[in-house]
């Protein structure tokens, strides 16, 4: 069985940094497309990042040159790096693989 279980989130101030991680079981995370999507309050789920299984990786426009998706084949973690922060990346944290999801993790960027 697949498990997904992210990590790393907080309260940020905006123009900070946070590194989130994904730790996948029951799957190999270099052998799949990974990806993080984000749901704000009152707003649909969106795509963030993803990387495949060749090292490709595709961002939203509205966080390219500010995330960078990456992944860690021995720890078998996907994690999202994000900096130059903003109050709209404040949202609940998804990583995802086929048709599963972990439960997310929460970011708030506010001063």
């Known amino acids: 069985q697949v498990q997904l279980v992210e990590s790393g989130g907080g309260l940020v101030q905006p123009g900070g940094s946070l590194r989130l991680s994904c730790a996948a079981s029951?799957?190999?995370?270099?052998?799949?497309?990974m990806g993080w999507y984000r749901q704000a309050p009152g707003k649909q789920r969106e795509l963030v990042a993803t990387?495949?299984?060749?090292?490709?990786?595709r961002y939203a426009d509205s966080v390219k040159g500010r995330v960078t998706i990456s992944r860690d084949n021995v720890k078998n973690t996907v994690n999202l790096q994000m900096n130059s922060l903003k109050p709209e990346d404040t949202a609940v944290y998804y990583c995802?693989?086929?048709?599963?999801w972990g439960k997310g993790t929460r970011v708030t960027v506010s001063s």
């Open positions: 990387i495949t299984s060749g090292g490709s990786t």
């Open positions: 029951g799957t190999i995370v270099s052998l799949t497309t």
């Open positions: 995802n693989t086929e048709i599963y």
